[in-house]
């Protein structure tokens, strides 16, 4: 198996499973509990919080852990409107977040505050003119990602950080695209909140934190015991917090190693499918986006087919959003960006990762200019612009 699918999940790395495992049996103690075995499993976690931190570049108390990205999405939007004093009505997003964002904000709608889900240009990029204009004398909470899990680009969260701090509106970021890939400095940028998922950086699923800067209220959105300071209820994730401990630790020694690497293989791969197929293109090929994401859009040929058929032959993909697969809706976030629904639904997503090789590159090379020939002979979309 060809494995190009990494903006979905990563698999663990053998060095975070080797530390998660004694958590299971061994060590099984609560971390609340108050005797010495259970305190054992306490400084565990808090050596992870410590490593978190360290990526971040924040203090231990500004990390929360929750289950996962979404629930950390929920936690930092909710919690801090629930918590603000600053009773304003009114909160921006942009229109191409992951749905863990845009469906918390639908909900919000529905609850009574005012939505602008803000448009992006042909790039898939916010500007920040069209921010400023959004914003209100009752705006309380500006959400817009660091980076997109479909095409890779990234937003300007330092410029939109600053005008927001200028004007004293909260700034969240779903980080989740950006942690352990690229470098993140919560000491010097313009954020409150961030949210991450350790399933995306090579820790295990049901795992991930809010970074909620010190001085920010954040009212618990899973209400119980007095765990997180409060600020997320329930026994916590053992192994799974400290295996994604472990991986903020790697990421933190190895972030840089492995940019270069695999940033020249999904250049070689746009390069190579640029040259063999006719009529394609890549999504944001010259804006700045994540060295490991390629996007790219096949006139004629359905997303889904080209995957199913790349899966026939080893190599896993995704077409848009995995969240929409299954469903016939294209890609919200194409269709942000301007793109018509016949090209948004030929997309295909190539997201590399640390396991990949040139060897894996060559033969998606090989294997994916055939795919694309095949289904395009049968395809009524080729037959209809011919006629
Ligand atoms: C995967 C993802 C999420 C959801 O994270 P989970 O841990 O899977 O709940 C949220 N936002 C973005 C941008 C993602 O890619």
Request: charged residues 25%; hydrophobic residues 35%; contains cysteine.
């Given at each position: 198996?060809?494995?190009?699918?990494?903006?979905?999940?990563?698999?663990?790395?053998?060095?975070?499973?080797?530390?998660?495992?004694?958590?299971?049996?061994?060590?099984?103690?609560?971390?609340?509990?108050?005797?010495?075995?259970?305190?054992?499993?306490?400084?565990?976690?808090?050596?992870?919080?410590?490593?978190?931190?360290?990526?971040?570049?924040?203090?231990?108390?500004?990390?929360?852990?929750?289950?996962?990205?979404?629930?950390?999405?929920?936690?930092?939007?909710?919690?801090?409107?629930?918590?603000?004093?600053?009773?304003?009505?009114h909160l921006v997003?942009?229109?191409?977040?992951?749905?863990?964002?845009?469906?918390?904000?639908?909900?919000?709608?529905?609850?009574?505050?005012?939505?602008?889900f803000l448009p992006?240009?042909?790039?898939?990029?916010?500007?920040?003119?069209?921010?400023?204009?959004?914003?209100?004398?009752?705006?309380?909470?500006?959400?817009?990602?660091?980076?997109?899990?479909?095409?890779?680009?990234?937003?300007?969260?330092?410029?939109?950080?600053?005008?927001?701090?200028?004007?004293?509106?909260?700034?969240?970021?779903?980080?989740?695209?950006?942690?352990?890939?690229?470098?993140?400095?919560?000491?010097?940028?313009?954020?409150?909140?961030?949210?991450?998922?350790?399933?995306?950086?090579?820790?295990?699923k049901g795992a991930?934190?809010?970074?909620?800067?010190?001085?920010?209220?954040?009212?618990?959105?899973?209400?119980?015991?007095?765990?997180?300071?409060?600020?997320?209820?329930?026994?916590?994730?053992?192994?799974?917090?400290?295996?994604?401990?472990?991986?903020?630790?790697?990421?933190?020694?190895?972030?840089?190693?492995?940019?270069?690497?695999?940033?020249?293989?999904?250049?070689?791969?746009?390069?190579?499918?640029?040259?063999?197929?006719?009529?394609?293109?890549?999504?944001?090929?010259?804006?700045?986006?994540?060295?490991?994401?390629?996007?790219?859009?096949?006139?004629?040929?359905?997303?889904?087919?080209?995957?199913?058929?790349?899966?026939?032959?080893?190599?896993?993909?995704?077409?848009?959003?995995?969240?929409?697969?299954?469903?016939?809706?294209?890609?919200?976030?194409?269709?942000?960006?301007?793109?018509?629904?016949?090209?948004?639904?030929?997309?295909?997503?190539?997201?590399?990762?640390?396991?990949?090789?040139?060897?894996?590159?060559?033969?998606?090379?090989?294997?994916?200019?055939?795919?694309?020939?095949?289904?395009?002979?049968?395809?009524?979309?080729?037959?209809?612009?011919?006629?």
């Amino acid at each position: 198996m060809i494995y190009l699918d990494h903006n979905a999940t990563t698999p663990a790395d053998p060095r975070v499973v080797k530390k998660m495992l004694p958590y299971f049996s061994e060590k099984y103690g609560n971390p609340s509990s108050v005797h010495s075995f259970g305190q054992e499993a306490r400084a565990a976690i808090e050596e992870a919080r410590h490593h978190i931190a360290t990526l971040m570049h924040c203090h231990e108390k500004e990390i929360i852990f929750t289950s996962g990205g979404t629930e950390a999405n929920n936690l930092a939007i909710r919690g801090t409107l629930e918590a603000t004093k600053k009773k304003g009505r009114h909160l921006v997003t942009s229109s191409i977040e992951h749905h863990a964002v845009l469906n918390v904000f639908k909900r919000l709608e529905k609850e009574g505050y005012e939505v602008t889900f803000l448009p992006v240009n042909s790039d898939g990029r916010i500007e920040i003119q069209t921010l400023a204009e959004a914003l209100r004398p009752d705006t309380v909470l500006v959400s817009v990602m660091t980076a997109n899990n479909e095409s890779g680009v990234m937003e300007p969260i330092e410029e939109i950080g600053f005008l927001l701090h200028e004007r004293g509106i909260l700034f969240h970021t779903d980080a989740v695209q950006a942690v352990g890939k690229i470098p993140l400095d919560c000491s010097s940028l313009p954020i409150d909140l961030l949210s991450a998922s350790a399933h995306k950086f090579g820790g295990p699923k049901g795992a991930g934190f809010v970074y909620c800067r010190k001085n920010i209220r954040i009212n618990p959105q899973i209400v119980g015991g007095h765990h997180e300071k409060g600020r997320r209820a329930g026994t916590e994730n053992v192994p799974c917090i400290i295996g994604m401990g472990k991986a903020a630790e790697i990421a933190h020694q190895e972030i840089n190693k492995e940019v270069f690497r695999i940033g020249a293989l999904r250049d070689k791969l746009e390069e190579g499918i640029l040259k063999s197929i006719p009529e394609v293109r890549i999504v944001s090929k010259n804006v700045l986006r994540l060295y490991n994401t390629s996007l790219v859009l096949v006139k004629y040929v359905e997303g889904e087919a080209m995957l199913l058929n790349l899966d026939f032959e080893g190599i896993e993909v995704s077409s848009g959003s995995a969240c929409t697969s299954g469903s016939l809706e294209p890609s919200h976030v194409l269709l942000a960006c301007g793109y018509p629904h016949e090209d948004a639904h030929g997309s295909i997503r190539f997201s590399l990762g640390k396991t990949n090789t040139e060897e894996e590159i060559n033969t998606v090379l090989e294997v994916f200019p055939r795919v694309v020939e095949k289904l395009r002979k049968m395809s009524p979309f080729k037959a209809q612009s011919l006629t």
